[in-house]
């Protein structure tokens, strides 16, 4: 276990701090700088790199695409319809490489089936971690722009500017990187909140936007939920034993109030049943059966549903997510994560990792655990073909919110509704409003979870132009496509991979326009940027085919 933690970096794990160095000159200047080699950060390189502009991508780990290479190939959408640009291009190249039979290794392409499929498509919606990167890394390959890898942004003195404009960047090791235009594309929002940018973490109280499911949500919280009542106790009916580990004390706090807590984190795994492929569930090096003791209770009341999110991929694989009252989300472990340091960042995605593997071993060994449920966990495990530099576990965490920024144009719940529209697209969303569960109490000698609520049946809607852009007086050459402004109820439903790829492209596009024009980013000409959006296939308008 040690010795895979310390091969885990940067956003999952660094073993050592990074030696502070002096600082260096400059790489010579880019007109684009992007940090963060998310799926986001890699279409928006791509799409800056085709607009002839010279760009750097940075990416502090080993790895490019985030969560579309981290685990997460049961792709979110919502509609398909409203994915446009170089993301349907980046979903069609997948369709091409699953469309040769040399692809299938572990099974035939039409032993094959996923709901998430339509028969026909071109596209290639559920894939593998490793094809994902493979296909991001050609898609750059075929651009001129340049990748930096395993350079990291220093928090203390990372971002130089000169009035609203950034400079330069700094980076842990010494290195500086100026341009003239800068996209936070990861998922912390480090970039934007070294640039003086504002921006929110946890729950706005519905009274904020005029909303009514942000905030703390009991009543709507019932998806994930505990459907039987389990006493909260170590010793059942004796609330002195304390709380079982992972409840906490107290309320949950007032409905609609709210608070700085985050939405729980969990790894996508990618698993397989293909025994001449699978990794059995490593035993963590700190393994405390005890941690799952809640779920034992609930599984001896006659509840398994741990385990019900597991989605098939190619080659006898899958995507397995959190589902159920008490799984592989690990509520209450996020909350200082987006604001946390580096070397804090490392020890909370490390006690992650500890809590998932744990979960996972706990449920294929423990004999407490019935046999009909060992066994059909057991009969999975992590790929021997995925992950490998981390024995099979995903490299990136899912942090499913951090940052959110906060400026002229916020993306609420009224938006995702309908009540509003917004009249500068440049992207659309169509997911569900979708909150994972934020705290789990106990209340009456019964245990709750609460934060989870999942609001759909609206369709898709276009997302504003101001909010990837920084308030002018903050920033005035940053553009944020994935930490964008939104609610936190709202983010629940743009927070998706294929968004961001949208809206990375949108980002450079608009970065573009700007250089040419020798303006501020929020005065770009709207008209301007629609035009180039059109033209390179970005869908801007409804569209429910």
């Known amino acids: 276990m040690r010795q895979f933690l310390c091969r885990m970096r940067t956003t999952l794990l660094v073993c050592s701090t990074l030696i502070q160095t002096p600082l260096a000159a400059a790489d010579p200047s880019y007109d684009l700088v992007v940090y963060g080699g998310t799926a986001g950060g890699v279409v928006a390189a791509v799409q800056g790199a085709r607009l002839g502009k010279r760009v750097v991508l940075i990416e502090p780990t080993k790895h490019l695409g985030g969560m579309t290479s981290g685990g997460l190939g049961a792709t979110d959408i919502g509609n398909k319809a409203v994915i446009g640009g170089i993301s349907r291009e980046f979903y069609g190249r997948l369709g091409k490489h699953y469309a040769d039979p040399k692809a299938w290794v572990f099974q035939k392409r039409e032993q094959y089936k996923s709901y998430r499929q339509q028969s026909g498509e071109p596209e290639m919606w559920t894939f593998e971690p490793g094809v994902a990167e493979q296909e991001l890394r050609r898609m750059l390959a075929e651009t001129s722009a340049e990748i930096v890898q395993e350079e990291r942004l220093d928090l203390t003195r990372g971002v130089r500017k000169h009035g609203a404009r950034i400079t330069e960047i700094v980076m842990e090791s010494g290195r500086v990187f100026a341009g003239r235009m800068f996209i936070d594309a990861t998922y912390e929002g480090d970039l934007m909140a070294k640039a003086g940018v504002s921006y929110h973490v946890g729950r706005e109280a519905n009274s904020t936007y005029g909303e009514t499911l942000n905030g703390v949500q009991t009543a709507n919280a019932v998806k994930h939920q505990f459907n039987k009542p389990i006493d909260p106790y170590r010793i059942p009916g004796d609330p002195t034993s304390g709380l079982l580990p992972g409840i906490h004390a107290g309320t949950p706090g007032r409905e609609g109030e709210g608070d700085r807590r985050v939405q729980a984190y969990n790894f996508r795994m990618c698993l397989t049943d293909a025994p001449e492929n699978r990794i059995p569930f490593p035993r963590p090096a700190q393994y405390e059966p005890a941690r799952y003791e809640l779920l034992l209770r609930y599984i001896q009341v006659g509840v398994w549903d741990a385990f019900c999110s597991n989605i098939p991929m190619p080659n006898r694989k899958s995507d397995c997510n959190n589902c159920g009252a008490f799984s592989t989300d690990f509520i209450g472990g996020s909350y200082d994560y987006p604001e946390a340091d580096h070397t804090h960042r490392e020890a909370l995605v490390r006690e992650h990792v500890e809590y998932q593997q744990g979960l ?186």
């Open 360 to 545: 996972m071993y706990f449920l294929a060994n423990d004999s407490r655990v019935p046999e009909k449920i060992r066994l059909e966990v057991g009969t999975w495990g992590l790929c021997k073909d995925e992950f490998t530099e981390t024995g099979g576990w995903p490299h990136q965490i899912y942090m499913r919110e951090a940052r959110r920024m906060v400026t002229d144009a916020v993306m609420t719940q009224h938006h995702c509704q309908g009540r509003e529209v917004v009249e500068d697209p440049v992207g659309m969303a169509a997911y569900t409003m979708d909150s994972h569960n934020v705290q789990r109490y106990a209340k009456d000698g019964r245990v709750y979870n609460e934060g989870d609520v999942q609001v759909g049946g609206f369709p898709p809607y276009p997302i504003s132009f101001r909010a990837i852009v920084p308030r002018e007086a903050e920033c005035d050459n940053l553009l944020v496509p994935v930490c964008l402004a939104a609610s936190h109820i709202a983010y629940g439903s743009i927070r998706m991979e294929p968004v961001f790829m949208v809206l990375g492209q949108s980002s450079a596009t608009a970065a573009a326009l700007a250089i040419d024009g020798d303006l501020p980013i929020q005065r770009v000409p709207y008209a301007d940027l629609q035009d180039r959006l059109l033209r390179d296939r970005q869908i801007l308008e409804r569209d429910t085919r």
